[in-house]
């Protein structure tokens, strides 16, 4: 049976747990060799061993925070696959801070990672792409790229700005056969929201927030962006797709007609 992606190298940052790990999985079904990227060697490893073809998954310990590290994994994903035809820029970190207490070294973290890692590994992504006919470029923003959530203004800040990098990389590079689109996840259940979605309080108040009554899983993201990544959206370009359950679409006029929280 034929993978969408059959022969296709694919790059994806985060790839060691969540939304990330999906990503590799989702791709490795459809045929792709991937490289996951990652800081957790431990993590990545059962990443691959979760896959269904595990000789399809080469790892790469690196930091995309790192500007020299974000930009080599293209290196590394051509030295695997001898071509690169999808990039995935899904690393991504968050701090609790007010804007009041927020530390500079927590700004500059968060700048680092979710917008200049994104934004290297993708330059050098392109550049190669571009010699090569073309290619697609996905990044995970957040529903947090189109709203405010508080205490978040340097999480905010960072998805809104990767949006914007979306849709100028996809205006400069359409007419070279590069894709650039991004997927804002909403509330979705990994790692960096165990915490917060195992406090009752705050899941009920939450889920009032969505139509769909749930909170997001991995896969749903993964899907996304494997559609948007895929031959099926070849005339789809510079678009921001919510994977929300509809928390975007709007708010209770009055709460109280809202609908029970499941």
């Not at 990389?169 to 979705?188: F, Q």
Request: some cysteine.
């Amino acid at each position: 049976m034929m993978g969408r992606f059959d022969g296709q190298g694919v790059i994806v940052t985060g790839g060691s747990s969540g939304i990330g790990r999906a990503c590799v999985l989702a791709f490795v079904r459809e045929g792709a060799s991937v490289l996951a990227v990652g800081r957790d060697a431990e993590r990545l490893e059962e990443t691959r061993s979760l896959a269904s073809d595990s000789s399809r998954v080469e790892l790469l310990i690196a930091d995309v925070g790192v500007s020299e590290q974000a930009r080599g994994l293209v290196e590394v994903g051509i030295r695997h696959f001898e071509r690169v035809h999808v990039l995935v820029n899904n690393a991504g970190i968050a701090f609790e801070d007010d804007v009041l207490a927020l530390p500079e070294d927590h700004w500059r973290q968060t700048m680092a990672v979710n917008l200049d890692g994104a934004f290297f590994a993708s330059q050098e992504a392109a550049r190669h792409m571009v010699a090569n006919g073309g290619g697609a470029i996905v990044n995970i923003c957040s529903t947090d790229s189109l709203q405010v959530e508080s205490p978040q203004t340097h999480y905010n800040a960072s998805k809104a700005a990767l949006w914007m990098v979306t849709r100028s990389m996809a205006h400069e590079l359409g007419h070279l056969g590069v894709r650039v689109n991004a997927v804002a996840p909403g509330e979705t259940d990994t790692a960096m929201t165990t915490e917060e979605l195992q406090d009752e309080s705050f899941r009920e108040a939450y889920l009032k927030q969505v139509p769909m009554r749930r909170v997001g899983q991995p896969e749903d993201v993964a899907d996304a962006v494997v559609f948007l990544a895929s031959a099926e959206a070849s005339y789809i370009t510079g678009v921001i797709l919510p994977v929300d359950g509809g928390q975007l679409t709007g708010t209770w006029y009055d709460p109280r007609n809202s609908p029970t929280a499941r």
